[in-house]
T-cell receptor, first 112, second 110 residues
Framework: DGGITQSPKYLFRKEGQNVTLSCEQNLNHDAMYWYRQDPGQGLRLIYYSQIVNDFQKGDIAEGYSVSREKKESFPLTVTSAQKNPTAFYLC???????????FGQGTRLTVV | KQEVTQIPAALSVPEGENLVLNCSFTDSAIYNLQWFRQDPGKGLTSLLLIQSSQREQTSGRLNASLDKSSGRSTLYIAASQPGDSATYLCAPSGANNLFFGTGTRLTVIP
């Protein structure tokens, strides 16, 4: 099946830990995105990448890091510097230009 | 910065009713606008994409319109079904981003 796969579905982080969320797509899309969703708020952009080995900060990049070593993969690391990491994280991809964006099923991260 | 507002925040209708969801945005310089549905605890499913040069787009029982100059889009759902129950999100796009409001939570009562 073509699509975007996020793993794990649920993730628990202890205080001070870094954790990495996986996002893989087989749609041959150039652009990939990470969003954060909190209750009562719209999705907010964390990072995006339009090409391998290049990525840009979004609106709320502080405390997060990403890499884009392969076209298919765009992992997100939530570092210990992110003070309020509990949220629902969504990965998306699209072709460059005015094209449709597709989303994965999300990872729910909880700090314990 | 683009601000997106969706009205109403929640809507409950009996099965079979036609309904309209409203979306407004503050910056008319958009590339396109997408409508998504989100089921509880799940990701977003794309419903319709309207390019900035288009006025409307249809898929099955769904019809979305776009008035870019006034910063408005509507999603029309015909003959609603209980399976339509979900949160509906509109997302106008900039060069590198989609902008989201908080959505309309729809409940269709059997």
């Amino acid at each position: 099946d073509g699509g975007i796969t996020q793993s794990p579905k649920y993730l628990f982080r202890k205080e001070g830990q870094n954790v990495t969320l996986s996002c893989e797509q087989n749609l041959n899309h150039d652009a990939m995105y990470w969003y954060r969703q909190d209750p009562g708020q719209g999705l907010r952009l964390i990072y995006y990448s339009q090409i391998v080995n290049d990525f840009q900060k979004g609106d709320i990049a502080e405390g997060y890091s990403v890499s884009r070593e392969k076209k298919e993969s765009f992992p997100l690391t939530v570092t210990s510097a992110q003070k309020n990491p509990t949220a629902f994280y969504l990965c998306a991809s699209s072709q460059i230009g005015n094209t449709e964006a597709f989303f994965g099923q999300g990872t729910r991260l909880t700090v314990v | 910065k683009q601000e997106v507002t969706q009205i109403p925040a929640a809507l409950s209708v009996p099965e079979g009713e036609n309904l309209v969801l409203n979306c407004s945005f503050t910056d008319s310089a958009i590339y396109n606008l997408q409508w998504f549905r989100q089921d509880p605890g799940k990701g977003l499913t794309s419903l319709l994409l309207i390019q900035s040069s288009q006025r409307e787009q249809t898929s099955g029982r769904l019809n979305a319109s776009l008035d870019k100059s006034s910063g408005r889009s509507t999603l029309y759902i015909a003959a609603s079904q209980p399976g339509d129950s979900a949160t509906y999100l509109c997302a106008p796009s900039g060069a590198n981003n989609l902008f989201f409001g908080t959505g309309t939570r729809l409940t269709v009562i059997p």
